[in-house]
């Protein structure tokens, strides 16, 4: 369950952006053109202004910054990923009507993370880039807004860092929007459920089942892991028992003819004196050693190590 305190609001709040009342909604920019056609009109241009008092909830405010986000990031690549499989089924079976329905839902999503190529310069601290994204939740949060998008690292580097104050719609927004996402119980929950509060059926079927489709591959890939990691574990058994000879003191020291000079070859165990007669199971004993057959024609010395050394296989059972 996801509860966040709510944060006192600030000492003063940054003046509304002049870009919040377009239809964009944006906050948190400081255009160079504007910057610029404000000087050439003798107009004090928009800036982040730095507030000289503290704001005590500052890292409560932060806190739900950072749940909006998370929570915009989630929508906006689930979103974007079952868009791009409605559309590209709809190409394959040339269903016009179908990519034109995908593309109706991607321009109804509304809630997007869109990562861009270039940087945006600090309007505090020469030579500082900021970020180089943008979110944008353009679904009602309240009931005379819609629309409100801000850059990557505004939150971070003008409200936490440089002691910026957030518009008192900024402010609002953030906390009407991370109320809904505790509301439901978390990110990953309000993710399902902004699709059905915002009359989007598809949509949040999609989405529904691309969870499911991820879910059951990520399930199919954990048994085939553990498959290997048991014929892994099989193997290496096998692999033991010869060695020592049918279950006998792998430590040992034999003699055996190598088929060339009729010298013996010196066979020892880096488990010396382990007794391993009821190999059939392993019973959690550590498996994983090295040992040195000397042999073959120049009596090198041949190394030979288990895979999974000192893996416990004691869940594996009986008889391999």
């Known amino acids: 369950m996801c509860s966040l305190s709510t944060p006192q609001p600030p000492p003063e709040f940054m003046p509304d952006s002049p870009y919040s009342k377009q239809p964009a909604g944006a906050e948190g ?26 704001w005590g909830d500052l890292g409560v405010f932060m806190d739900n910054v950072h749940l909006v986000q998370d929570f915009v990031r989630k929508v906006s690549t689930e979103a974007e990923a079952v868009i791009d499989a409605k559309r590209a089924e ?14 109706k839902n991607h321009m109804q999503a509304g809630i997007k993370f869109t990562q861009f190529r270039g940087l945006s310069p600090s309007r505090l ?9 943008e979110f944008a939740d353009r679904l009602r949060f309240a009931e005379s807004e819609e629309a409100v998008k801000w850059p990557a690292g505004y939150p971070e580097h003008y409200i936490f860092g440089g002691n910026v104050m957030p518009t008192r719609r900024f402010f609002e927004y953030i906390m009407a929007r991370s109320a809904y996402i505790q509301s439901k119980g978390g990110v990953d929950e309000a993710a399902i459920a902004i699709w059905e509060d915002s009359d989007m059926s598809d949509m949040h079927r999609w989405v529904c089942s691309r969870r499911k489709q991820l879910a059951a591959g990520e399930s199919r890939r954990e048994e085939q892991r553990l498959h290997e ?13 010869a060695d020592a000879g049918g279950g006998g003191d792998v430590g040992h020291k034999g003699e055996a003819g190598d088929g060339s000079d009729g010298q013996p070859s010196d066979v020892s165990g880096r488990a010396a004196s382990q007794d391993l007669s009821g190999c059939d199971n392993f ?7 090295q040992g040195e057959a000397r042999g073959g024609r120049d009596n ?10 000192s893996q416990d296989l004691s869940g594996y059972g009986d008889g391999f």
């Open 29 to 54: 920019y400081w255009s160079e053109r504007d910057l610029a056609i404000a000087r050439a009109e003798g107009k004090a241009p928009y800036l982040p202004v730095v507030c000289k008092h503290t």
């Open 229 to 241: 990691e048991m014929l892994r574990a099989q193997a290496l058994s096998r692999f033991h028992r």
């Open 90 to 103: 709809a190409r394959v079976d040339g269903n016009a009507e179908g990519e034109a329905a995908a593309e």
């Open 300 to 309: 090198q010395p041949l190394v030979l190590s288990g895979r999974a050394a």
């Open 283 to 289: 019973g959690g004993q550590d498996v994983g050693h």
């Open 125 to 133: 601290v020469a030579d500082t880039h900021v970020g180089s994204a």
